[in-house]
Every structure is written in C-alpha cells, then in structure tokens.
C-alpha cells in the first residue's frame, strides 16, 4: 500500500489551523467584538469604517453646536436687552415732546437717554468666550466706540460684514451671527445710535426743536423694530440648531445600533464554534500521538 508522505504534516497543519481558529474564536468571546482585521470580514469592516466616519462627523457637529449655541444664546439675550432699553428710549422721548416739561425736565430725560445709551453700547460690545459677538469677522476687537467730541454724538462701529455658517452633517447651513453694523446701524440715518445721540442733543439745549425731537422719537422707533427682526434671525439660528442637534443625536443612536450588529459577536454560534475546535484539536492531537508511538505502516 502507498502511503502520502505528507500525511503528518497535513494533520499537523490542520492542528495548527484548529488552533489558530481556537484563538480567534476565543478573542471574539473575549472582546465581543467580531472583526478585529480586515481579513476576517473585509465587506463589514468597510462598512465599519463608513459608519465611524458619519459618527465622527456627527460627534464633531454636536461639539460646534455646543459651542455656537451658547454664543448666539448670549445675542438672543443681549438683543432683548437692547430692545428693553430702547423701548424705554422711546417712552421717554414721547413723554418729552408733549411740551409740558421744562429744561430742567428735558436735560434729565437727555440725561436718562445717555445712560441708556451707554447701556446699548455695552451690550453692542457684548462677547463670549472672549469673542466680540456683534463684529462680524473681526471678533478680537471691541466693534463700537462712543465720541463725545461733537454734538450730537458719534459711534464709530470698527467691525465688518462678515457671516458665518455652520453646515450640519446633512447639509444644512445656520447662520450664527448678526454683524453689529447691520444690526445697530440699519438704515443709516435710523440706526440706534444715531437716534439715541440725536434725541440727547435734541433735549440738552436750553430750547427743544419739537419737530425734530419727534422725527428723531420717530427714527428710534424704526430703528428698535430693525433690531427686533435682527433678533428674529437669531432666534431661528438657535431653533435651527436645536433641531438639527436632535436629528444628528437620533441618527448617532441608530449609527451605534448599526455598528453594534455589524461588529458584535454572536456568543451563542461563537461557543458553538468553540467548542467543536476544540473537539477537532483533541482528535487531531490524538492522532499525532498514536502516530508518535509506532510505526506509521503500523496504523495502516
């Protein structure tokens, strides 16, 4: 009879697979994780590194929205401040034009409207985390400077027009600021400051121009609408922003479902497997014992 004389070394061989399998199979159960290479399931693994690349961009959006979020919230809270302030600007301003009040009485009201102002100014300045929120790009630097050296006065505003957006993971654009001089100075000659500075001057001389006063009472009525729908836009930005954060926190939740079936072990089919390795490399270790204490012709 021929024999193969490769014969022990296949079972040696596939005592070497057998326990190779053992191995995976172990780690497997060990981990509960079902590839650990791109050899044992190059398609699921594919998928994986798919599903990792949505969960990074996902976890990377929730940071900036975080972040973003709490910035526009801060302009949310300082614009409903300035049209608190204002409102009260145009109250007052009504009330001195009914021509009942004397100098003194008007002075004190220009007095009460420069106090606003500086209040106004303050809150156009407002930052967060250290960034000018009303700059428009130039976030490093203080957008409005009061100048007393003329009257009426002046506010210069030193930032610029620049917008920024942030683009959710499904491509969505937010809009995140307002810059201050579309804010504060609207139309030109009915911006904020303009009005404010004009009615102080209006009610500091010894004699009130009341067609002017009233005009000028006018201007700063236009102006406050103009900043209530600039706060309009903020406040869809922040809606916008909750939304997609709830979208992106779903999908992340079904991303991890996803990634939890591609990649999880099957712990029941795993010690099944496990269990008839380990049967085979008995056999198989049998074998190459019975072999090892005689002549192979002898177990033919």
Do not use: C, H, W
Request: glycine share 8%.
């Amino acid at each position: 009879m021929r024999v193969d004389p490769s014969y022990v070394n296949n079972i040696v061989a596939s005592l070497d697979q057998s326990q190779l399998t053992e191995q995976q199979l172990t780690a497997e159960l060990s981990s509960g994780v079902r590839v650990n290479s791109l050899s044992q399931d190059p398609q699921a693994a594919g998928q994986n590194v798919l599903l990792l690349n949505q969960m990074q961009q996902d976890d990377s959006f929730t940071q900036s929205s975080n972040l973003v979020t709490g910035q526009l919230q801060v302009a949310d809270s300082a614009l409903g401040q300035v049209v608190a302030q204002l409102t009260q600007a145009v109250s007052l301003a009504t009330s001195a034009n009914n021509g009942t009040m004397n100098s003194s009485d008007r002075a004190s009201i220009a007095n009460q409207i420069a106090g606003i102002r500086s209040e106004v100014l303050s809150l156009a300045n407002s930052s967060y985390q250290g960034q000018y929120i009303f700059a428009g790009g130039q976030t490093t630097t203080s957008p409005f400077a009061l100048s007393t050296a003329a009257s009426p006065a002046t506010v210069t505003y030193t930032g610029d027009q620049g917008v920024n957006y942030l683009q959710t993971p499904n491509g969505q654009k937010i809009q995140l600021n307002v810059p201050g001089d579309q804010v504060f100075n609207g139309s030109g000659a009915n911006s904020v400051f303009t009005a404010l500075n004009n009615l102080i001057a209006d009610y500091s001389g010894s004699s009130m121009d009341t067609g002017q006063a009233v005009s000028d009472t006018q201007a700063l009525g236009t102006a406050l609408n103009y900043v209530s729908q600039q706060r309009v836009t903020v406040d869809n930005s922040i809606t916008q922003l909750s939304s997609a954060g709830n979208a992106v926190s779903s999908e992340q939740t079904q991303l991890t479902a996803a990634q939890t079936t591609l990649m999880q072990a099957d712990v029941a089919n795993i010690a099944t497997q496990l269990s008839l390795s380990k049967t085979q490399q008995t056999a198989l270790e049998s074998v190459i014992s019975q072999l090892g204490s005689g002549s192979l012709f002898d177990k033919l």
